[in-house]
């Protein structure tokens, strides 16, 4: 199991747009993939699910992934958050 | 099953409760704000009588404290007498709230006195009674253990269906499907389960604001309501069976008779649980469909495939009686 924080940076936070993006990332690996935020775990290849999630400006979220090919998963989505999803 | 969110529940949170009709509490706050974020801890209720009269052992301080018209009458004596001893020992404690029914109004002197222990006054319109009966049902509720599910609830033929499964197998789809044959949806992908009284599983959306939408691949997200009206949403519903949708597996030995009763267990009760294959040419919504309708059949004490086997077996009981009878060598 490979775990990684990240915090979002973008001004919008997760919104339509960014969740697809996550999904389409979270949807190229075997391995299972959760977002968590507070106490809220989530599966990180449902749209709905990381819309849901609520996650504004800021907010802190933990990646995990469980499976194969983890590492290069975290890394991937880690890298989304990090690019603030092209926007701003 | 993913998640579990501790409970933090303050007074305010009560207040503010959206609740309607034969749930209402009717609260509204008289004295002692600055105390509304004082958390509530337990499910629990107290009448403070024993407590007014100066016994404070045992007290049970944590719970929502309850004055109705004899707490009210004691206190109006205790004011007459001159002695607020008993008042201000009382919010010496970190109680969480007072709770007045009947719209009985407190003195100023105990509002004076809440106010300064910074403790939140409420006052409800209902009768202790009906307001405790009440304000249980609600905080037991909200104390419920409970989890999240990635999964789709469905409402078919009355039952509560759960629709589990790895992402990409089709839930979506085939709750789709159903509520295009005029069932209900009541969560699409995260499904919050609570378990109310220790005794049922109760499915809803994990979030309102997003109500009831759906994800299907192709389309992107559409809204049940505008598209098939109020008639195919349900806000929640009792779990009752749970179907785990999976790509057919050639190794693997589904049932074929349905005699063995799989179960599945969440937040600590078992759930009649059916393994469905997915494969082209399988129409999964049907087949949901009569899961669901079998179900009730084995509610009403009918349950096919026993019953199906014991007309086997009683059929094949008289067959070797027959034959026992035909083939008898002293047989006349």
Known sequence: MTESTVSIKNRAGIHARPAALIVQTASKFASKIWLEKGGD???????????????????????????????????????????????? | MIGNEPTVFTVLDLVDLDLKEQNSLNLKCVAGRAGLGRQITVPDLNRPGLALAGFYESFAWSRLQIFGRGEVAYLEKLEVEGTNQAVNTLFSYQIPCCIFTNSLQPSAGFLAAAEAGGCPILVTNLSSSEFSSRVIRVISDIFAPRTTIHGVLVEVFGIGILLVGDSGVGKSETALELIERGHRLVADDVVEIRCVNGSILMGQGANKVIGHHMEIRGLGIINITHLFGVGAIRDKKQIQLVCGLEDWDPNKIYDRVGTEELTTEILGLRVPKLEIPVKPGRN??????????????????????QEFNQNVLRWLESENARALYFNRDDYL
Do not use: C, Q, W
Not at chain 1, 65 to 84: N, P, Q, V
């Open chain 1, 41 to 88: 775990r989530i599966n990180a290849k449902s749209i709905m699910g990381i819309i849901t999630l609520g996650a504004s400006f800021g907010t802190p979220i933990r990646i995990i992934a469980e499976g194969a090919d983890e590492e290069a998963a975290t890394k991937a989505i880690e890298a989304l958050f990090e690019s603030r999803f092209e926007e701003d």
């Open chain 2, 284 to 305: 999964i919504p049907i087949i949901v469909e009569t899961a669901a309708m079998n179900e009730r059949l084995k509610k009403m004490g009918y349950h096919t495939a």
